[in-house]
């Protein structure tokens, strides 16, 4: 066989490839639909400014190894584009028969969407969509009749399929409204279907899946922006092919993807994120530069690697996902969901190589690990949430304590499993110790703790005051998040009778020193009143941390005011350093 790659660029339009007569499926290996606001933007605008069309599109590189025998040349890059035109495209035709004129939608259809079957003499989609969003775009982008404002997505593919369509229904529907003649409207989408047409392209044709596994990979340092995901889903899958017509590799890649939960982060950040965090939870630090290579240089039984991914991954999206009811099977559960629900909260991400490596063999440690985790909740929260201090050195630790417990235990005499994942544990705590920051850093920090409007920010306000009123005498107060607000003892919005204006008090009414904890009915009751009305809602509250406040403000007379909000700020700084979070 000859592995020599040999490719044939020719210069074409988009004319000649998506609207001519060949047929485009997108193969097991790639990536999802994956463009966003930032992209269609870019597209959109370039458009605009091409009025004469042609502008240059980038290359487009084809497999067309089964074309012959099945029809289909496979798209190995350059489905975000060709993807993106056709639900520009389906926006075309659907104003067109907005317009009333269904002889032109059709016509719109059968250039750009759908081609005749010249040999079967059937209706044939350009482009087949692989399978985690097929059904959805036929149904709403390549069928003429469905409105997919009206649609529901189920996944976050889906929903950028329907975001990025009304985006350009929005656009076109603004430029239509400039013009008062239908005709000149009609006018207007042709000229638009022209200038896509005319879009110019580098067309690259292969006859060897072998040979285009090889382009999809090499594509992401010829300057396209293919993630670890990408290339490592392309080399499971090439190094995993369907057997016995079960595709094994695929079901599982699926559902490692469904099982990573979404941290915010631009798509593709996720899954990269997870893939290195895997790997330096059990084999070595890198970066994530260096990702991809040290995975495929070290791996040999894909199959097994692909397996234990994918049982990884059911491991994260426990961590980031689970409720407390998931642990109930676990001893100390409560407590463990109770601190991975924190660091939730906190939104600090690098404790998970630790996390990773305990769940993974938790059945082998042969020791409670409540401890160890509850220890990084209160480094984290100390660490990262209050000093925001660098994330890299925590990272390095964590790695390095995760692969000794997986040495442990793949390596370790049985026996002395305990008592060396015990050894393990205090090592991993002295340095820990080490790298916490001093009570002058943390204390510098902790002025700025005020209350914020944000979800995350009330959730992190409420853990830090819930967990500082645990210190009463019973020792658990358990406080519901969920019929719990946080209220300012003086109001954000101060009644006249506190003699004060918003202007007057926002540098300080916000600090945690003027904030407790109050049911929501209470705190509802409570509102803006004078502080000597205000005390009869603390005094009904079952929370200790307010028979304190109250205590507080019948010695002070009743004043509360800048000076007095400023030194219980300061008294609940030591106590949350030397006592609560205390390691």
């Excluded at 580098?202 to 596994?213: M, N, Q, W």
């Excluded at 290195?276 to 290579?293: A, C, G, M, P, T």
């Excluded at 984290?380 to 890299?392: D, E, H, M, Q, R």
């Amino acid at each position: 066989m000859n592995n020599q790659l040999v490719i044939n660029p020719r210069e074409k339009t988009i004319k000649d490839v998506l609207f001519a007569n060949d047929i485009f499926r997108i193969p097991r290996y790639q990536r999802a639909y994956a463009w966003g606001e930032d992209d269609i933007t870019e597209f959109w605008n370039d458009l605009i400014v091409s009025e004469e069309g042609g502008f240059y599109f980038g290359s487009l590189t084809f497999n067309c190894e089964e074309q012959s025998e099945t029809g289909w040349i496979d798209i190995i890059d350059g489905q975000q584009r060709l993807l993106t035109i056709t639900i520009l495209a389906g926006v075309i035709r659907d104003l067109a028969r907005e317009l009333g004129n269904d002889k032109v939608a059709d016509k719109y259809q059968r250039h750009c969407i759908i081609i005749s079957h010249l040999k079967r003499g059937d209706d044939t989609y350009r482009i087949q969509c692989s399978d985690s969003i097929r059904d959805y775009f036929q149904e709403y982008i390549q069928e003429a009749r469905n409105d997919i404002r009206e649609s529901k997505p189920r996944t976050p593919e889906e929903l950028r399929v329907k975001k990025n369509y009304i985006f350009f229904y929005n656009k076109l529907s603004a430029e239509l409204d400039r013009y008062i003649n239908k005709s000149d409207k009609e006018k207007y989408l042709q000229q638009l279907i022209e200038i896509i047409a005319e879009l110019q392209v580098i067309d690259i044709r292969t006859t060897s899946e072998e040979h285009a596994y090889q382009i999809f990979e090499t594509t992401n340092a010829r300057g396209l922006e293919l993630s670890v995901g990408d290339l490592l889903k392309n080399t499971v899958f090439k190094n995993i092919g369907v057997r016995d017509e079960k595709d094994v590799a695929k079901e599982l890649w699926t559902d490692i993807e469904n099982n990573i939960p979404s941290t915010g982060a631009a798509y593709g950040t996720d899954m990269a994120r997870f893939l290195r965090y895997y790997w330096i939870s059990k084999y070595k630090f890198v970066s994530q530069k260096q990702l991809f290579k040290e995975i495929k240089r070290e791996i040999t039984k894909w199959d097994d690697f692909l397996s234990d991914l994918h049982t990884a991954s059911e491991d994260y999206h426990r961590l980031l996902e689970s409720s407390e009811y998931d642990w109930l099977d676990i001893k100390h559960g409560y407590k463990i969901h109770k601190s991975l629900f924190t660091l939730r909260i906190m939104r600090v991400l690098q404790c998970y190589v630790l996390l990773l490596s305990i769940l993974r063999n938790y059945q082998r440690l042969q020791t409670d690990p409540l401890r160890i985790i509850q220890l990084i909740e209160k480094f984290t929260f100390l660490y990262s949430a209050i000093c925001k201090l660098p994330g890299n050195q925590p990272e390095n630790i964590y790695s390095r304590y995760a692969i000794a417990i997986e040495n442990v235990i793949q390596k370790g005499n049985t026996k002395k499993i305990p008592g060396q994942i015990l050894k393990t544990f205090e090592d991993f705590k002295k340095e820990l110790v080490d790298l916490k920051p001093s009570f002058e850093v943390f204390k510098e920090s902790f002025d700025d703790v005020s209350y914020k409007s944000s979800e995350q920010g009330r959730q992190l306000m409420k853990y830090i005051l819930s967990e500082i009123n645990n210190l009463d005498e019973s020792g658990e107060y358990k406080i519901d998040f969920n019929v719990v607000n946080i209220e300012h003892i003086l109001p954000q919005t101060p009644d006249k009778a506190w003699g004060l204006t918003k202007n007057e008090i926002k540098g300080y009414v916000n600090k945690l020193g003027n904030l407790t904890l109050l049911h929501e009915k209470l705190n509802s009751a409570a509102s803006s009143a004078p502080i000597k009305e205000k005390i009869r809602y603390f005094r009904k509250s079952k929370i200790p941390m307010n028979e304190k406040l109250v205590q507080r403000l019948v010695a002070s007379n009743y004043v509360w005011n800048k000076e007095e909000i400023e030194n219980r700020h300061n008294e609940l700084a030591e106590i949350a350093y030397k006592r609560v979070w205390n390691f």
